[in-house]
């Protein structure tokens, strides 16, 4: 594996019954990238996430993440990455603080690194007033940006999200999108899905586009966009829309 490279991923495969969901996807991901992987609803953009942070196996393929073999060396990867779900999985009935503590002794780690750290990660996410309130009683924006800092409490050199910014509010988009900004120019590579074009033009210097679990497309920003006016006709174009026919719905006119 290349030293340029945070992932390496080499004609993966995984198939569920008769339905194939990543279906030889290739992919190289550059250290200290903010790279985007989109795609439509049902595209294979979280089975292909599962797997290369090691919790589901593929059928054929190779994945190395920061030059480990995710498989088989779930474990070690893990070690070096952090992931955040589109809904974290946390402990509810922990406070916001001790879910940070409880994530850091399940990692191993000191003691006194996990208070420090955990009491920056929680000024700077602005979860301060609510560290000692349970998990249960946060909002959604509250849990995603806790789950952001349980993700990053062991400084992993990887951090991937799955669809990080869905149903958030403007203001828990930007304290999130600072936090990733902070955290690449520390040399950390951000790997996120999305299907929100704009998010993904905004933030990523690379994006991959896939749909049936395949690439459609990989490249800059402006090299996926190419001629066409947005970034998002783009991605319609490259994975499919369908133009109304004349005449179509005209029930919805006005008379």
């Not at 998010?199 to 459609?216: F, K, M, N, P, Q």
Request: aromatic share 6%; net charge negative; proline share 4%.
């Amino acid at each position: 594996m290349s030293e340029s490279l945070a992932i390496r991923v080499e004609g993966l495969r995984k198939s569920f019954g008769d339905k194939t969901v990543t279906d030889g996807l290739d992919l190289e991901i550059p250290r200290g990238s903010f790279y985007g992987i989109a795609g439509p609803n049902g595209a294979g953009k979280t089975t292909a996430i599962r797997q290369i942070i090691g919790v589901l196996e593929p059928d054929a393929g190779s994945i190395e993440l920061d030059g480990v073999a995710v498989w088989p060396n779930p474990l070690e990867a893990k070690r070096r990455l952090g992931f955040v779900a589109d809904n974290p999985a946390l402990f509810e009935r922990l406070s916001g603080r001790e879910m940070l503590e409880y994530a850091g002794l399940l990692r191993g780690m000191d003691p006194a690194d996990i208070a420090q750290r955990a009491g920056e990660l929680l000024r700077i996410l602005g979860l301060e007033e609510a560290e000692n309130r349970m998990v249960a009683d946060y909002s959604l924006g509250m849990t995603k940006r806790i789950g952001l800092a349980v993700a990053l409490l062991h400084s992993p050199r990887v951090l991937i999200l799955d669809e990080p910014f869905g149903s958030l509010d403007p203001v828990n988009a930007q304290v999130m999108e600072e936090m990733l900004q902070r955290y690449r120019a520390g040399g950390g590579t951000v790997v996120f899905s999305s299907h929100v074009m704009d998010v993904v033009e905004r933030l990523c210097d690379r994006l991959v586009v896939i749909s049936a679990g395949r690439v459609h497309a990989e490249g800059t920003v402006d090299e996926v966009r190419g001629d066409a006016s947005s970034l998002q006709q783009a991605f319609v174009d490259l994975v499919g829309g369908r133009d109304l026919d004349e005449g179509e719905l005209s029930w919805l006119q006005s008379s």
